[in-house]
C-alpha cells in the first residue's frame, strides 16, 4: 500500500488533499535541545516556550496561514471535540493556558484557520468533506480511541447536516501494531467499543499480552459510523527513529510533532514550500 503522507522537507510531511493544507511534521530541522531535538511543537513536554514558539513561526512560513491564526488546544486523552471560529484564532499558539480546555478534536468550516493538534505516537485523524468545506482534526490515543472519538466527530459533522458517505479520512502517522504492546484493561475497552465486530486489530502475544493496530482499530471506528473514504498512513512513530518522536520508544522524555489542517481561502496562493511541493508532486 502506498503513502499518502509525502516528505516536502526533513520536516515536514504533506497529504494531497485538493483545496486544505493538511499534514504531519517530524522530528528534524528545528531549534530544540535533548531530548527535544529538534522540531519539538508542544508546549507541554518541558521545553521552553521560546524555543518552541520559534519551532512553530518556523512551520508557520510553510503556509500562508500565519500563527495568529492557528488554533490549539489542552489535550487529554478525551474524547471532547469543540467546533472553532475565527474568533477561537490565536488560542494556545504560543501560551499554554490560552489553548482550549480538554479538547481532543477541533472542526470548522471557516477558511484560513489551521486547526493543531500534537502528537507522539498517538493517532491524528484528518477529517474532510469537500462539499460543505468542512474540516476536522482529532486526537486518539488508546484512551480517546475506546472513547470513540472518531465516531464522535462523524456525528458532528452529521450534526452539520454531513453525511457519513460525504466525508473524506486520513489517519495519520502513529505507533504501529509492531511496536505497540497493551493489557488485558486496554483489550478489555477496544472489545467494548468494537462490540460485535468480526474484525479484530489486536493479537495476543503471550499471556496478558496484546500487539495493539490503533490505526486499524480508528479505521474499524470509522466504517461502524458509515465513513466510506478512508486512507492510512503506513508510518509508525517508534520504528522511525530518525523521523519522529515517540512517547513509548522514548521512554515519555521526547518531543511532538504536529498535525495540521486549514481550507485555503478562496483565491489564496500557496506557500513556497507548498509550491515545491506540487512541483515535486
Keep these: 500500500m502506498s503513502e499518502i503522507f509525502h516528505p516536502v522537507d526533513e520536516s515536514l510531511l504533506m497529504l494531497r488533499w485538493s483545496n486544505v493544507i493538511a499534514g504531519f511534521t517530524t522530528k528534524q530541522g528545528g531549534f530544540s535541545q535533548a531530548p527535544f531535538a529538534t522540531f519539538n511543537l508542544g508546549l507541554h513536554v518541558g521545553d521552553e516556550a521560546i524555543v518552541v514558539e520559534q519551532n512553530r513561526r518556523k512551520l508557520a512560513e510553510f503556509f500562508t496561514i500565519p500563527l495568529e491564526q492557528w488554533v490549539c488546544c489542552e489535550q487529554t486523552h478525551g474524547s471532547r471535540i469543540e467546533k472553532v471560529t475565527a474568533r477561537d484564532a490565536g488560542k494556545g499558539t504560543v501560551r499554554l493556558e490560552t489553548a482550549i480546555a480538554d479538547t481532543d478534536g477541533l472542526y470548522t468550516d471557516e477558511a484560513g484557520i489551521l486547526l493543531t493538534l500534537c502528537f507522539a505516537d498517538c493517532v491524528p485523524l484528518y477529517f474532510f468533506a469537500p462539499t460543505h468545506g468542512m474540516i476536522g482534526l482529532a486526537h486518539a490515543g488508546w484512551k480517546g480511541t475506546v472513547k470513540n472519538i472518531a465516531g464522535n466527530m462523524v456525528q458532528r459533522f452529521r450534526d452539520e447536516g454531513i453525511m457519513p458517505e460525504e466525508v473524506m479520512v486520513a489517519i495519520g502517522p502513529a505507533i504501529g501494531a509492531c511496536c505497540y504492546v497493551v493489557d488485558n484493561r486496554v483489550i478489555d475497552a477496544v472489545q467494548n467499543v468494537l462490540g460485535t465486530s468480526e474484525t ?76 515545491h511541493y506540487s512541483q515535486q508532486y
Excluded: W
Design 200 to 275: 479484530l486489530p489486536f493479537y495476543e502475544m503471550s499471556v496478558g499480552q496484546y500487539a495493539l493496530d490503533l490505526k486499524e482499530l480508528n479505521r474499524l471506528l470509522l466504517i461502524k459510523e458509515g465513513v466510506q473514504h478512508i486512507e492510512v498512513s503506513n508510518y509508525c512513530t517508534s520504528c522511525e527513529t530518525n523521523v519522529f518522536f515517540s512517547h513509548r520508544r522514548d521512554n515519555g522524555q521526547t518531543g511532538r510533532m504536529m498535525a495540521f489542517i486549514g481550507r485555503k481561502e478562496e483565491g489564496n496562493v500557496c506557500s513556497r514550500t507548498l509550491s
